[in-house]
């Protein structure tokens, strides 16, 4: 009996709880496993180390801080984990900085919903 591929390892850093609820749900429904969950920059960056997951679906802005601050610390720390940018704040300005610093997509909430799973997944490939 072949042996089926490990899930894709996603954690969520996201301030609104009520978006990583659904997030958690299209994940979950694309196969993919939710490892982890924080609303706050140093809880985020502290879960994303401690579960390493394969992929981390990332705001602009949490509470208390920003995702910048999250995606610098973990890429220091753990340059193999991708990310995929995911937020309403998805002017030029803050696609091309969070590009630059490091994150593999930049997806706008309010009109790529509908691409998060295949962003993720694709991230998810260029981490091995």
Do not use: C, N, W
Request: hydrophobic letters at 45%; zero cysteines; a neutral charge.
């Amino acid at each position: 009996m072949p042996r089926r591929p490990a899930p894709v390892k996603v954690f969520l850093a996201d301030d609104s709880t009520l978006v990583r609820g659904r997030v958690a749900a299209l994940l979950d429904a694309g196969g993919m496993a939710v490892v982890g969950q924080a609303g706050t920059p140093q809880s985020s960056v502290a879960g994303i180390l401690d579960a390493r997951p394969d992929v981390v679906v990332l705001d602009v802005r949490l509470e208390g801080g920003m995702g910048l601050e999250v995606l610098r610390k973990v890429r220091d720390a753990e340059p193999d984990i991708a990310f995929v940018v995911f937020s309403i704040h998805a002017g030029p300005a803050y696609r091309k900085r969070y590009l630059q610093e490091g994150a593999d997509r930049f997806l706008d909430k309010s009109t790529e919903f509908d691409q998060l799973v295949l962003a993720v997944a694709d991230a998810s490939r260029h981490t091995h």
